[in-house]
Structures are given as C-alpha cells and as structure tokens.
C-alpha cells in the first residue's frame, strides 16, 4: 500500500528565510507526486508535481521540489519565504492510469508558519 | 481554466437526516472524480472514485450504503450522506480529473464542511 510521511507537524520560518518542507513516500512503482496548499477556508491548491523526467521541478510561488528515489523522498522549498505562504501544505502520492493520476494519498500536512 | 465548485460550502443538518453535496466541472469534462473526507486539522483521505455511467469505486471502510455517489455526467458528481450522524460532521472535498489526457493530475473543489447536530 502506498504510503506519505511528513514528519513535521508545525514549522516555524522567519520571513525571508529558506524554506525546505520533507516528505517520504513508500510506493511500489514509479510515484506520481505533488505538493498541495491549502490555506484557511481555500481549497487545495497544485504546487507542482513530479512524473518523469528532470527530478527537480519547478512550481509557482517560487516553490520546488526534488525527486529522489534513493532515499524516496520528494522535499519541498523555497528560497525565500513571504508571510502570504503561510499556510498548510500537503505531500500526495498517486499512480498514473494514462487519463491523469488516480486517487491520491497524502501526508498528515505541515503548518507553516511564518514569523515577521 | 480547470475549475471545480462544491455546492453548499456549509450545510447544518439534523441527525438521520441526508444531505447531497454536489461537485462541478465548470470548464472542463471529469469522467473520473474523486471524493476526499478531512477532519479538523488532518489529512484528505480518499473515500470514492467516481466515474461518470458507472457505479463507484469505495476505498476500504467507507460505507457504500451511507455515502452515496452519482456521476450522471461528465461535469457533475453528487455525494449523499443518508442517515448523517454526528461522526460524519467532516469537511468533504472532490477532485475532477481533465478528460484530456495530460499529466496535471487532479483539480480540487473548495470544499464542503457538513455540521450534523
């Protein structure tokens, strides 16, 4: 059964500081990825998502992430954060059927917060 | 482009009562739409995949008699909770995949929170 574990619950980053959220998946195939924000009352938003291909993608807001199969790890970042990325973001693995990815499973999500 | 609505965002609703939640493809067609539950400061766990003319898929442990899913067209999918009970008070979230083929995975409606009293 797949599986996504990100291990911090809560994060706390200055204003203007990197940022790196982790996430590890257990799957058995090639994974399908994503990153997700959901911010108060929105709905979840598509950061970016990985396939195949180049394992570092480009997301919007500044946001990247890099595929490592080795360590099965799909980690998040940004080098400078704004106050507007507070918020809750989510780590998903799926497959891919051809018309687009099944189901997904996600992460228990990390809070970000954004200190002044 | 690729929007996805969620029709009510709020319903209050008495117990042993049912509510329908309705998920729309506004500008795009969904053959295949999904249906997430999420409690209060948790993760989205997949309930159903919904395909448009035929009957849903569940995931293991949800109650196909209690959570009752229509896909009766390529843009519209309906979640009906019979029966509700305050332990189904949750936020509900579907997701539409594009029928064109392409890799962007799934587009997530804003969500419905059901409050059963």
């Known amino acids: 059964a797949q599986s996504v574990t990100q291990p911090d619950i809560h994060i706390t980053v200055s204003e203007g500081a990197s940022l790196e959220l982790r996430c590890n998946y257990s799957y058995g195939a090639t994974p399908y990825l994503f990153w997700y924000v959901q911010s108060p009352g929105q709905g979840l938003q598509l950061l970016l998502k990985y396939f195949s291909g180049d394992t570092l993608v480009q997301g919007i807001k500044g946001f990247e992430a890099e595929f490592k199969r080795s360590q099965s790890s799909f980690n998040l970042r940004k080098p400078s954060v704004h106050w507007s990325d507070a918020a809750e973001y989510f780590c998903a693995v799926g497959s891919y059927s051809g018309g687009g990815a099944d189901g997904l499973t996600f992460g228990k999500g990390t809070h970000l917060i954004i200190q002044p | 482009g690729a929007v996805v609505s969620q029709h009510p965002s709020r319903v209050i609703c008495k117990s042993g009562t049912s509510v329908k939640i309705e998920c729309r493809s506004l500008d795009f067609q969904a053959t295949t739409m999904f249906w997430y539950r999420q409690f209060p400061k948790q993760s989205l766990m997949l309930m159903a995949t919904s395909n448009e003319g035929s009957k849903a898929t569940y995931e293991q442990g949800v109650e196909k008699d209690k959570f009752l899913i229509n896909h009766a067209s390529l843009t519209l999918s309906t979640l009906t909770v019979t029966s509700a009970h305050p332990e189904d008070s949750s936020f509900y979230i579907c997701?539409?995949?594009?029928?064109?083929?392409?890799?962007?995975?799934?587009?997530f409606g804003p969500g419905t929170r059901l409050t059963v009293t």
């Open positions: 997701s539409a995949r594009d029928l064109a083929p392409r890799v962007d995975g799934q587009y």
